[in-house]
């Protein structure tokens, strides 16, 4: 299998995930903790998202199946909930509600919620999961090869997880303003891909 078919899939997960943007509320919902502490929430929340994105993307086009949901149908559907986050992004929107959700939990322990679920493993994360196995002609390889990036995205997350603070003082509010922009252009045009496959599916194009 071609290594270059995957960074699409690496692009469309790592861009709707965002672990850049997800580092500042990480930092904000771990205030004060010790280093110890803030890794095992950095763990716990990595592997919560691993498991429900992994189960979605190995389960997901059965359940839509049992629905009587059909994949192009979906990948539409999709695309256009993509569409939506990268409009968020690009107008800020995203940050102010993920601010939200991070300032609404109660507990102390944040790792699967709000930081697993919905901050990692989101609908547009799990969307994405199911669009990317379920894209025609994916076998079994493609599929585990796609999980494969998916974990990649992950780790990436945990390291910036562990990296939240410096970070955040590296870039700065106008930096990871330009860095979210950015990816949510790239999302936009993904999206938009999405949906032209999902027509073409459907012979409508």
């Avoid at 950095?42 to 429900?52: D, G, K, Q, Y």
Wanted: net charge neutral; glycine share 8%.
């Amino acid at each position: 299998m071609d290594i270059l078919l995957l960074i699409p899939a690496f692009v469309t997960l790592f861009v709707i995930i965002d672990p850049i943007g997800l580092a500042p509320l990480f930092a904000a919902l771990t205030q004060g903790m010790t280093p110890r502490q803030r890794l095992g929430i950095a763990v716990r929340a990595c592997l919560v998202a691993l498991i429900l994105l992994t189960l979605f993307g190995l389960a997901g086009e059965a359940v839509l199946n049992f629905l009587g949901i059909s994949m192009p149908a979906f990948r539409i559907a999709g695309g256009i909930l993509l569409f939506l986050t990268a409009l968020d992004m690009l107008f800020e929107r995203r940050k102010q509600r993920r601010q939200g959700q991070a300032d609404a939990e109660p507990h102390q322990d944040p790792s699967v919620f709000p930081l697993a679920i919905p901050l990692i493993a989101g609908p547009g994360a799990i969307a994405t999961m199911i669009l990317l196995t379920g894209q025609s002609g994916a076998d079994a390889v493609y599929i585990l090869a796609i999980h494969g990036v998916m974990a990649l995205v992950l780790l990436v997350v945990f390291a910036l997880f562990l990296l939240a603070a410096p970070l955040e003082r590296l870039l700065g509010p106008t930096g990871i303003n330009v860095v979210t922009r950015l990816l949510g252009m790239l999302l936009a045009a993904l999206s938009v891909q999405f949906v032209i496959d999902g027509l073409r599916d459907l012979a409508v194009i």
